[in-house]
């Protein structure tokens, strides 16, 4: 059983386009995560959401919106797609709450967004 | 603000070498510290990790120890196979509902 899954696990489009990727996770974790790696595999957050409340927004452009339905499903929808927006996008998931200080986090396998 | 400072690859090492990789970090308070692992194509997979001082995390060969006085997590293997390669990842979580990446080592490993 996969534990973070992503979808789909490529995605191509024109710039200017709405597209959205989807993330779920079946480990019964309360937080959930969006991260960016960019051209130089440099990491960098983007969305923190705990029990579908958003915690952290990482200045990130208003094109982009996540949305959490359900604790075990963050989704992430992008409009007006641009060039810099090339990149890989990870899903992911932990058990941290506000009482525990830190917990591991669990990764999915990463959609590969290519704007032209 | 958390960041993470990892030796600049890429690396390239021969079969049954010696692998290190530096890592130090900058924190408030106590964060925990973890090595991720990016083999070609795929997601990150948590190689180790540690959360409090003088802590050794280990997996697969790998170990890396919990250093408070050098602020430091330096990754180790002792002897390398070509399975090893990939890209490495230092991250520190300060208890903020992230985690802050290092800039990741290329390692490749020849037979």
């Known amino acids: 059983d996969t534990a973070v899954s992503q979808t789909p696990k490529y995605l191509v489009t024109q710039m200017g386009n709405d597209k959205s990727i989807k993330c779920e996770q079946n480990l019964g974790h309360d937080t959930m995560y969006w991260y960016k790696q960019d051209s130089k595999k440099f990491l960098k957050i983007m969305f923190s959401?705990?029990?579908?409340?958003?915690?952290i927004n990482e200045t990130v452009p208003n094109r982009f919106s996540p949305k959490s339905p359900d604790k075990a499903h963050l989704n992430l929808h992008i409009n007006s797609l641009e060039l810099g927006d090339s990149a890989v996008y990870f899903c992911?998931?932990?058990?941290?709450?506000?009482?525990?200080?830190?917990?591991?986090?669990?990764f999915g396998p990463g959609t590969r967004l290519t704007v032209l | 603000g958390d960041s993470v400072t990892q030796m600049e690859g890429p690396v390239t090492l021969s079969e049954e070498a010696f692998l290190t990789i530096n890592c130090t970090y900058t924190?408030?308070?106590?964060?925990?510290l973890f090595w991720y692992v990016q083999y070609p194509g795929e997601g990150l997979q948590l190689l180790l990790k540690a959360t409090k001082a003088d802590d050794k995390g280990s997996n697969k060969g790998f170990e890396a120890t919990y250093r408070k006085e050098t602020t430091s997590f330096h990754l180790e293997k002792g002897s390398v196979q070509v399975s090893d390669s990939a890209v490495y990842f230092c991250?520190?979580?300060?208890?903020?509902?992230?985690?802050?990446f290092g800039a990741g080592t290329t390692v490749t490993v020849r037979a």
């Open positions: 992911a998931s932990s058990q941290q709450t506000s009482a525990t200080r830190t917990d591991t986090q669990y």
């Open positions: 959401y705990n029990n579908k409340e958003l915690i």
């Open positions: 924190a408030t308070g106590y964060p925990s």
């Open positions: 991250a520190l979580s300060g208890g903020d509902y992230k985690l802050s």
